[in-house]
T-cell receptor, first 113, second 115 residues
């Protein structure tokens, strides 16, 4: 158990819908990262937050957005969902003060039908 | 842009034997970190080992060790005394030491440990 929690574990929805994925980092970790793992594109970095502020952006679609709240949990919002958004979405956290290791949550498996 | 290449999509090894997974990367940076993560059938992403580029000594964690060749930009993972529980996808990942701490991933190597 990495100490990073993600909910829900599974999500099935229809095209055009909107979903919210939630992540709670390990106690003491200030940074949260979101990654997408899909069959055709492998693992891709989406976005990073540090202590409530966006720090880095990767290949995140405009239909996707994220935020980190004062209690440091983070949410990833996916809207106007398409079939191709079906993937495993991971959240990871790190202390980000010299300890660079990112610890991963169990992931949320999203299926868009 | 940095890239990570894992040239072995699939590998297999007999239980108790040793196997080496290959990883090469491309970067113009001098300071960075390298990681091996394991993803078993449960899909959980588990850190296996990490290496700081400024350290010449190769990292080891119990049965897992790396061969880090900075000049060749090579970062291979050796698993000794392979166990059935080592069956998993193994991903090599790169991280710059700057402000952007995103992980850049290889496509993975599927390792099967056979009894």
């Amino acid at each position: 158990d990495s100490g990073v929690t993600q909910t829900p574990k599974h999500l099935i929805t229809a095209t055009g819908q909107r979903v919210t994925l939630r992540c709670s980092p390990r106690s003491g970790d200030l940074s949260v990262y979101w990654y997408q793992q899909s069959l055709d594109q492998g693992l891709q970095f989406l976005i990073q937050y540090y202590n409530g502020e966006e720090r880095a952006k990767g290949n995140i679609l405009e239909r996707f957005s994220a935020q980190q709240f004062p209690d440091l949990h983070s949410e990833l919002n996916l809207s106007s969902l398409e079939l191709g958004d079906s993937a495993l979405y991971f959240c990871a956290s790190s202390v980000d003060t010299g300890q660079e290791t990112q610890y991963f949550g169990p992931g949320t498996r999203l299926l868009v039908l | 842009a940095q890239t990570v290449t894992q040239s072995q999509p699939e590998m297999s090894v007999q239980e108790a034997e040793t196997v080496t997974l290959s990883c090469t990367y491309d970067t113009s940076e001098n300071n960075y970190y390298l990681f091996w993560y394991k993803q078993p059938p449960s899909r959980q992403m588990i850190l296996v080992i990490r290496q700081e580029a400024y350290k010449q000594q190769n990292a080891t964690e119990n049965r897992f060790s790396v061969n880090f060749q900075k000049a060749a930009k090579s970062f291979s993972l050796k698993i000794s005394d392979s166990q059935l529980g080592d069956t998993a996808m193994y991903f090599c990942a790169f991280m710059n030491a700057g402000n952007n701490r995103k992980l850049i991933w290889g496509l993975g190597t599927s390792l099967a440990v056979n009894p």
